[in-house]
Protein backbone atom coordinates (compact mmCIF):
# COMPACT_ATOMS: atom_id res chain seq x y z
CA UNK A 1 0.00 0.00 0.00
CA UNK A 2 1.28 3.77 -0.37
CA UNK A 3 1.17 5.89 2.07
CA UNK A 4 2.43 9.33 2.37
CA UNK A 5 3.23 10.44 5.95
CA UNK A 6 3.84 14.20 6.66
CA UNK A 7 5.59 16.04 9.39
CA UNK A 8 3.46 17.11 12.62
CA UNK A 9 2.08 20.96 12.97
CA UNK A 10 3.98 24.40 13.07
CA UNK A 11 3.83 27.12 15.18
CA UNK A 12 5.63 30.16 13.88
CA UNK A 13 6.19 34.02 13.64
CA UNK A 14 5.61 36.01 10.76
CA UNK A 15 8.71 36.22 8.96
CA UNK A 16 10.19 32.75 9.85
CA UNK A 17 10.13 30.04 7.68
CA UNK A 18 9.24 26.35 8.14
CA UNK A 19 9.97 22.67 6.58
CA UNK A 20 7.51 19.94 5.94
CA UNK A 21 8.29 16.76 5.35
CA UNK A 22 6.32 13.94 3.21
CA UNK A 23 8.36 10.62 3.49
CA UNK A 24 6.42 8.03 1.31
CA UNK A 25 6.25 4.08 1.35
CA UNK A 26 4.56 1.45 -0.63
CA UNK A 27 6.39 1.99 -4.09
CA UNK A 28 9.63 3.40 -5.77
CA UNK A 29 10.11 6.98 -4.45
CA UNK A 30 11.42 8.21 -7.74
CA UNK A 31 9.24 7.03 -10.24
CA UNK A 32 6.40 9.40 -9.18
CA UNK A 33 6.65 13.12 -8.93
CA UNK A 34 5.01 14.71 -6.00
CA UNK A 35 2.65 17.59 -5.67
CA UNK A 36 2.48 19.91 -2.60
CA UNK A 37 -0.62 21.94 -2.10
CA UNK A 38 -1.85 23.84 0.62
CA UNK A 39 -5.73 24.44 2.39
CA UNK A 40 -6.23 27.71 4.07
CA UNK A 41 -9.40 27.18 7.09
CA UNK A 42 -12.58 27.38 5.43
CA UNK A 43 -11.05 27.97 1.58
CA UNK A 44 -10.08 25.48 -1.37
CA UNK A 45 -7.42 23.72 -2.14
CA UNK A 46 -4.13 25.73 -4.02
CA UNK A 47 -1.69 24.27 -5.64
CA UNK A 48 1.85 25.08 -4.70
CA UNK A 49 4.10 23.24 -6.92
CA UNK A 50 5.57 19.46 -7.63
CA UNK A 51 9.33 17.70 -8.06
CA UNK A 52 10.20 14.93 -9.90
CA UNK A 53 12.55 12.82 -7.25
CA UNK A 54 14.39 11.33 -9.86
CA UNK A 55 16.46 14.27 -10.82
CA UNK A 56 14.85 17.50 -8.77
CA UNK A 57 13.14 19.11 -11.24
CA UNK A 58 10.66 21.26 -9.99
CA UNK A 59 7.81 23.75 -10.84
CA UNK A 60 6.02 26.24 -8.71
CA UNK A 61 3.51 28.59 -8.81
CA UNK A 62 4.46 32.05 -9.23
CA UNK A 63 2.67 34.28 -6.42
CA UNK A 64 5.58 32.24 -4.20
CA UNK A 65 8.17 34.37 -5.90
CA UNK A 66 11.55 32.50 -4.10
CA UNK A 67 10.01 32.13 -0.79
CA UNK A 68 8.99 28.28 -1.85
CA UNK A 69 11.17 25.72 -2.24
CA UNK A 70 10.53 22.15 -2.72
CA UNK A 71 13.27 19.33 -2.30
CA UNK A 72 13.21 15.62 -2.38
CA UNK A 73 15.66 12.86 -0.65
CA UNK A 74 15.89 9.91 -2.32
CA UNK A 75 18.16 8.01 0.16
CA UNK A 76 15.15 8.18 2.75
CA UNK A 77 12.12 8.45 0.17
CA UNK A 78 11.13 11.97 1.27
CA UNK A 79 9.69 14.97 -0.36
CA UNK A 80 10.28 18.63 1.57
CA UNK A 81 8.11 21.59 1.06
CA UNK A 82 10.03 24.93 2.86
CA UNK A 83 8.16 28.46 2.73
CA UNK A 84 10.28 31.45 4.04
CA UNK A 85 9.08 34.91 5.38
CA UNK A 86 6.27 33.50 6.32
CA UNK A 87 2.88 35.53 6.27
CA UNK A 88 -0.28 35.45 8.33
CA UNK A 89 -2.10 34.49 5.26
CA UNK A 90 0.06 31.38 5.05
CA UNK A 91 -1.78 29.82 7.71
CA UNK A 92 -3.23 26.30 6.13
CA UNK A 93 -2.98 22.60 6.08
CA UNK A 94 -0.37 21.92 3.56
CA UNK A 95 -0.70 18.68 1.28
CA UNK A 96 1.87 15.87 -0.69
CA UNK A 97 -0.01 14.22 -3.16
CA UNK A 98 1.13 11.62 -5.79
CA UNK A 99 0.38 9.35 -8.32
CA UNK A 100 1.57 7.06 -10.88
CA UNK A 101 2.76 8.86 -14.10
CA UNK A 102 0.89 8.20 -17.28
CA UNK A 103 0.79 9.10 -20.88
CA UNK A 104 -1.33 12.01 -21.04
CA UNK A 105 -0.34 12.50 -17.24
CA UNK A 106 3.15 12.47 -16.80
CA UNK A 107 3.21 14.43 -13.78
CA UNK A 108 0.63 11.80 -12.17
CA UNK A 109 -2.54 11.64 -10.50
CA UNK A 110 -3.58 12.83 -7.36
CA UNK A 111 -4.10 9.30 -6.02
CA UNK A 112 -2.39 9.55 -2.90
CA UNK A 113 -2.64 12.41 -0.05
CA UNK A 114 -0.47 12.78 3.15
CA UNK A 115 -2.79 13.08 6.36
CA UNK A 116 -1.45 17.17 5.92
CA UNK A 117 0.45 19.48 8.08
CA UNK A 118 -1.33 22.23 10.23
CA UNK A 119 0.91 25.57 9.65
CA UNK A 120 0.04 28.26 12.44
CA UNK A 121 1.80 31.70 11.47
CA UNK A 122 1.06 34.26 14.78
CA UNK A 123 3.17 36.86 16.29
CA UNK B 1 -4.38 31.76 -14.12
CA UNK B 2 -7.28 29.12 -15.14
CA UNK B 3 -10.19 30.10 -13.06
CA UNK B 4 -12.89 27.61 -12.48
CA UNK B 5 -16.80 27.96 -11.16
CA UNK B 6 -18.38 25.63 -9.71
CA UNK B 7 -22.34 25.63 -9.00
CA UNK B 8 -24.62 25.14 -7.31
CA UNK B 9 -22.03 26.08 -4.11
CA UNK B 10 -24.46 24.21 -1.81
CA UNK B 11 -26.69 21.03 -2.27
CA UNK B 12 -28.77 19.37 -0.20
CA UNK B 13 -29.79 16.10 -1.53
CA UNK B 14 -32.12 13.16 -0.22
CA UNK B 15 -30.67 9.33 0.19
CA UNK B 16 -30.91 7.44 -3.24
CA UNK B 17 -31.56 10.82 -5.51
CA UNK B 18 -29.23 11.96 -7.57
CA UNK B 19 -27.16 14.93 -7.38
CA UNK B 20 -25.02 16.63 -9.99
CA UNK B 21 -22.42 19.83 -9.70
CA UNK B 22 -21.08 21.95 -12.57
CA UNK B 23 -17.99 23.14 -13.09
CA UNK B 24 -17.12 26.22 -15.97
CA UNK B 25 -13.55 27.25 -17.27
CA UNK B 26 -12.65 30.57 -18.65
CA UNK B 27 -10.60 28.83 -20.89
CA UNK B 28 -10.59 25.85 -23.10
CA UNK B 29 -9.11 22.25 -20.67
CA UNK B 30 -9.00 20.22 -23.96
CA UNK B 31 -5.50 19.60 -24.84
CA UNK B 32 -4.05 18.98 -28.21
CA UNK B 33 -3.90 15.21 -27.72
CA UNK B 34 -7.37 15.34 -27.13
CA UNK B 35 -7.56 15.02 -23.15
CA UNK B 36 -9.43 17.21 -20.89
CA UNK B 37 -7.39 17.95 -18.08
CA UNK B 38 -10.16 18.50 -15.13
CA UNK B 39 -10.50 16.76 -12.33
CA UNK B 40 -12.96 15.87 -9.47
CA UNK B 41 -12.01 15.45 -5.96
CA UNK B 42 -14.40 14.66 -2.25
CA UNK B 43 -13.02 16.08 0.54
CA UNK B 44 -15.21 14.33 3.36
CA UNK B 45 -14.62 16.60 6.66
CA UNK B 46 -11.81 16.43 8.72
CA UNK B 47 -9.94 14.30 6.00
CA UNK B 48 -7.37 14.96 3.25
CA UNK B 49 -8.82 15.78 -0.73
CA UNK B 50 -9.60 12.18 -2.42
CA UNK B 51 -9.62 11.64 -6.21
CA UNK B 52 -12.70 10.71 -8.00
CA UNK B 53 -12.41 11.66 -11.18
CA UNK B 54 -9.64 12.37 -13.73
CA UNK B 55 -9.08 13.57 -16.98
CA UNK B 56 -13.18 14.55 -17.10
CA UNK B 57 -14.59 11.33 -17.43
CA UNK B 58 -12.20 8.41 -15.94
CA UNK B 59 -12.71 7.04 -12.62
CA UNK B 60 -10.04 6.89 -10.14
CA UNK B 61 -9.57 3.15 -9.15
CA UNK B 62 -12.09 2.33 -6.21
CA UNK B 63 -14.13 4.98 -6.44
CA UNK B 64 -17.72 3.27 -6.89
CA UNK B 65 -19.67 3.33 -10.16
CA UNK B 66 -21.85 5.95 -9.16
CA UNK B 67 -19.85 8.67 -9.63
CA UNK B 68 -19.56 9.78 -13.12
CA UNK B 69 -17.79 12.74 -15.49
CA UNK B 70 -18.64 14.12 -18.46
CA UNK B 71 -17.98 17.25 -20.08
CA UNK B 72 -15.31 19.12 -22.67
CA UNK B 73 -13.74 22.08 -22.90
CA UNK B 74 -15.13 24.87 -20.68
CA UNK B 75 -18.35 22.43 -19.02
CA UNK B 76 -18.23 19.65 -17.25
CA UNK B 77 -20.41 18.10 -15.13
CA UNK B 78 -19.95 15.16 -11.88
CA UNK B 79 -23.20 13.30 -11.41
CA UNK B 80 -23.91 10.86 -8.51
CA UNK B 81 -26.70 8.44 -9.88
CA UNK B 82 -27.67 7.24 -6.06
CA UNK B 83 -26.65 9.57 -3.19
CA UNK B 84 -25.42 7.32 -0.32
CA UNK B 85 -24.32 8.98 3.12
CA UNK B 86 -20.75 8.53 2.95
CA UNK B 87 -20.96 11.19 -0.48
CA UNK B 88 -21.28 14.15 1.94
CA UNK B 89 -18.53 16.69 1.83
CA UNK B 90 -16.94 19.20 -0.21
CA UNK B 91 -16.46 18.30 -3.81
CA UNK B 92 -14.04 20.35 -5.66
CA UNK B 93 -13.26 20.32 -9.99
CA UNK B 94 -9.49 21.00 -10.37
CA UNK B 95 -7.53 22.05 -13.72
CA UNK B 96 -4.48 20.20 -14.80
CA UNK B 97 -4.09 22.05 -17.95
CA UNK B 98 -1.21 24.25 -17.08
CA UNK B 99 0.33 25.55 -13.83
CA UNK B 100 -1.02 26.80 -11.35
CA UNK B 101 -3.30 24.40 -11.08
CA UNK B 102 -6.61 25.59 -10.05
CA UNK B 103 -9.72 24.55 -7.95
CA UNK B 104 -13.13 25.51 -8.34
CA UNK B 105 -14.96 26.84 -5.05
CA UNK B 106 -16.51 23.87 -3.81
CA UNK B 107 -19.80 22.24 -3.63
CA UNK B 108 -21.38 21.08 0.03
CA UNK B 109 -23.04 18.09 -0.73
CA UNK B 110 -25.54 17.22 2.73
CA UNK B 111 -28.55 15.41 3.74
CA UNK B 112 -31.70 16.76 3.83
Known amino acids: DVHLVQSGAELKKPGARVKISCKVSGYTFSANWIHWLRQAPGKGPEWLGL????????SHAEKFEDRLTITADLSVDTAYLQLRDLRFDDTAIYYCSTGESTVPLPTGRFDFWGQGTLVIVSS | DIMLTQSPLSLPVTPGEPASISCRSN???????????LDWFLQRPGQSPHLLIYLASNRAPGVPARFSGSGSGTDFTLEISRVEAEDVGVYYC?????????FGQGTRLDMK
Open chain 2, 94 to 102: MQGLQTPFT
Open chain 2, 27 to 37: QSLLHRNEYNY
Open chain 1, 51 to 58: IDPEDGET
